[in-house]
């Protein structure tokens, strides 16, 4: 087994990778929201406003840069007027796409916003085009971004909030060709136009309107979106980006497999089916340059991760799973690709932040007892990259293994420089063999490094209130200065990042 060489030139810097690729999402889906971000204001777990307070600390060692909600699916059946005033005076409705429960609408827009400001966090508010009406989608980002004296600005006064809050994000419908109403594109593509017109910039709130764009491999659907927005050299876009939403499973739909418990072939299937990330992206990305190669609208992937068959004794419609140090190796890779497809990425969303799918944080039902998954340990220790300049790194030599009809390469790479400091991350994806990584690097001095590693004994390791580090960031000492360059001993299945002190 030969070693793996990145070669980096730390002197040529590229596209600037956004903090918003780093995005999350909370969707009114099992216990995301009702029991993960919010308890209610007389729950025993500290909270402010009914929001968990540890929720929100933990978020922020991650720089979440960004939330989108309430959906999801649960976006085209949500009406915002019913989710603002009383709490006790909100009608309540069902929630039909995630395990048909009532909803009370305890959770809404002034809970959302102030959530977003205890995170830091910009608001991507995703609108209602399924079941929704311009008029409605109107006058909520009037309620939500007007100052002065509007009908709607009065009204959010009338329920307690003075000051309008700043939303940089606004989702025009969601999967519009499935659960938001189930359309063709050339349908979706006029009412995406009709719905943009109405989301309004008041004040000094601009927004980016994000149309609700395909379904993993649809080109045709993105190529139809683009072509409704016209000769982009001659007007202004009436949206000025394009969702797109891919998701990692190793199964069919009905039989996705466990989150806990797979074999070696279904780690490489799983890590081959995140690795396709980097041709979606770029096939998406060469059919919006045929109609704007100036890349003035953004791409969006603001649904993302694994998706396995629900934890044994859950609701199937609330979708929890655990959350293995495979699902942290699925992030590590697709990081890597979003870093370089910076120029045309301009957000993303992992779904979901908390209890669902491949969350961030788990919270026990019975204890209310928080876990930091393996994901989130990816965000932390990527959290460099937000806002860094983009640095090639060119992998050579890397051994590949034949998945799924395609050559998955065992070793994966990427940088950033921001300054006199650059960040790498390296992933093993071999789940029984360590290996020396060879970093090329070309065009400053090293100066010092300091390395992380995210590893563990079991591919399926996995944290939970009894170990809540079973699997956990650790020092990364195998790192020395050799004769083709630094070189770094990763371990079997880890991921690692390196950063480096520039002269």
């Given at each position: ?180 109403g189930n359309m063709r594109a050339e349908a979706y593509a006029d009412l995406a136009r009709q719905f943009s017109t109405y989301v309004r910039d008041h004040a000094d ?277 050799g004769a083709r360059g630094l070189e770094v001993d990763l371990p079997a299945h880890a991921f690692a990042t390196i950063e480096l002190a520039l002269a």
């Amino acid at each position: 087994m030969s070693d793996a060489r990145v070669v980096i030139d730390l002197d040529l810097p590229g596209p600037t990778i956004s903090r918003h690729l780093y995005g999350h999402f909370a969707e009114h889906l099992g216990r995301c929201i009702y029991g993960g971000f919010y308890v209610g204001e007389d729950s025993d777990i500290p909270n402010q406003g009914g929001i968990r307070l540890d929720v929100v600390e933990a978020l922020r060692e991650l720089r979440i840069p960004n939330l989108r909600w309430p959906g999801g699916c649960f976006a085209d059946e949500y009406h915002w007027r019913d989710g603002i005033g009383p709490r006790d005076e909100r009608p309540r409705m069902v929630n039909s796409h995630w395990g048909d429960v009532v909803e009370d609408n305890a959770f809404g827009t002034h809970e959302f916003m102030a959530l977003c400001e205890m995170l830091g966090a910009d608001a991507y508010v995703n609108g209602n085009v399924g079941s929704g009406s311009p008029r409605e989608m109107s006058e909520w980002i009037e309620y939500l971004t007007r100052e002065d004296d509007s009908p709607m600005a009065a009204l959010r006064r009338a329920n307690g909030r003075d000051e309008p809050w700043r939303v940089p994000f606004f989702g025009i419908g969601n999967e519009a060709w499935g659960c938001g109403g189930n359309m063709r594109a050339e349908a979706y593509a006029d009412l995406a136009r009709q719905f943009s017109t109405y989301v309004r910039d008041h004040a000094d709130n601009r927004v980016t309107r994000i149309a609700a764009g395909a379904n993993v491999d649809d080109y045709a659907w993105t190529d139809e979106l683009m072509r409704a927005l016209g000769d982009l050299s001659e007007q202004a876009a009436p949206f000025q980006a394009i969702s797109l939403h891919y998701y990692t499973m190793t199964g069919p739909w009905d039989a996705k497999g466990s989150a806990t418990s797979f074999t070696n072939d279904e780690w490489y299937l799983a890590l081959s089916r995140a690795y396709r990330i980097e041709e979606l992206l770029t096939r998406h990305a060469t059919v919006m340059d045929r109609h704007d190669p100036d890349r003035r609208v953004g791409l969006v992937l603001d649904e993302w991760g694994t998706w396995w068959d629900v934890e044994p004794g859950t609701n199937p419609g609330f979708l929890y799973q655990q959350n293995t140090l495979r699902d942290a190796l699925v992030a590590s890779v697709h990081f890597d690709a979003f870093h370089r497809h910076a120029d045309r990425l301009v957000m993303a969303n992992i779904a979901q932040t908390v209890n669902v799918l491949q969350a961030m944080l788990l919270t026990d039902p019975d204890t209310g007892a928080l876990v930091r998954t393996p994901t989130f340990h990816v965000f932390a220790m990527n959290a460099g990259h937000q806002d860094a300049d983009s640095l090639a790194a060119h992998v050579i030599g890397a051994e590949e293994r034949s998945v799924d009809g395609r050559d998955l390469p065992l070793v994966h790479a990427s940088a950033s420089r921001r300054g006199d400091t650059a960040l790498v991350s390296l992933s093993n994806l071999d789940a029984d063999e360590a290996r020396t990584i060879v970093l090329d690097l070309r065009g400053a001095e090293l100066e010092g490094w300091n390395g992380t590693v995210l590893t563990a004994g079991d591919t399926a390791a996995h944290n939970t209130p009894d170990a809540p580090e079973a699997v956990a960031p650790a020092p990364l000492e195998g790192v020395r200065r050799g004769a083709r360059g630094l070189e770094v001993d990763l371990p079997a299945h880890a991921f690692a990042t390196i950063e480096l002190a520039l002269a």
